[in-house]
């Protein structure tokens, strides 16, 4: 994970405005749709119309996936050794 020098203040009503660079950097526009992801100390917002099951449905990570039987979730192999 990459810290851009950018110190952003979330309105009352939660809203934080994700950086120009950011938005040109992914190439995200007004409408985007994102899932976000809770980890440790950190949030992650991942595009959510770039391929369904396409990672880790704990974390977000999109690699070293396994495929959970009976499930069409995936999950990585970090998160896989947290919860055993
Ligand atoms: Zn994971």
Do not use: Y
Not at 1 to 30: C, K, Q, S, Y
Not at 41 to 53: C, F, K, T
């Amino acid at each position: 994970m990459r810290a851009i020098n950018t110190i952003r203040h979330m309105d009352e009503l939660g809203r934080i405005t994700i950086p120009h660079e950011v938005r040109e950097h992914f190439g995200w526009r007004d409408g985007a749709v994102f899932q976000v992801f809770i980890g440790d100390q950190s949030v992650i917002l991942r595009r959510h119309d770039i391929e369904p099951n396409s990672h880790c449905f704990l974390c977000g990570s999109t690699e070293k996936l396994l495929n959970l039987p009976g499930d069409e979730r995936k999950m990585c192999f970090d998160c896989w050794d947290n919860t055993r």
